[in-house]
């Protein structure tokens, strides 16, 4: 009984901090949300968070937007990581899809930016080509 109440409360302890971090990806300090995206990178590539993720991945979504929009570098690299970390997090179903339809405009846009930075570009690269291979339906 007291290992189960253990775990349940590891459970919401890294469930409080993912809220945390995701609320740091709006902050305005890019080092916060840098902080934030490379916290969330760990965690998504270290634990299946499928539950957790499905009822916020169209608030992820839009915070990685924004990282990716108006971010710069080292912050759309992340973003870019976390992107592709979180499309394997939602699988290929509806929901991974919906992520990956969402972000591919935007992923192709650094992509194509010449004053990108080169980790920017790489890192959307990898995003637009595992999101496509893992959720794209649409075989095109």
């Keep these: 009984g007291s290992e189960a109440a253990g775990e349940q409360g590891q459970e919401e ?23 934030a995206l490379q916290s969330l990178r760990l965690v998504f590539s270290s634990k299946i968070l499928s539950e957790f993720l499905l009822e916020r991945r169209l608030t992820l979504t839009d915070s990685l937007e924004k990282c990716l929009k108006k971010g710069k570098g080292e912050e759309q690299a992340l973003a870019g990581t976390v992107l592709t970390l979180l499309c394997l ?36 690269a990898t995003a637009l080509g595992m999101c496509c291979y893992i959720a794209a339906a649409d075989l095109e």
Excluded: Y
Excluded at 13 to 35: C, F, G, I, P, Y
């Design 13 to 35: 302890e890294v469930e409080d901090r993912l809220k945390e971090h995701m609320d740091n990806l709006l902050d305005k300090s890019a080092k916060t949300r840098q902080v």
């Design 89 to 124: 997090q939602m699988g290929s179903g509806p929901e991974g899809e919906e992520v990956f339809h969402s972000l591919k405009p935007l992923l192709i846009s650094v992509l194509s930016d010449s004053t990108a930075s080169p980790g920017a570009r790489q890192s959307c």
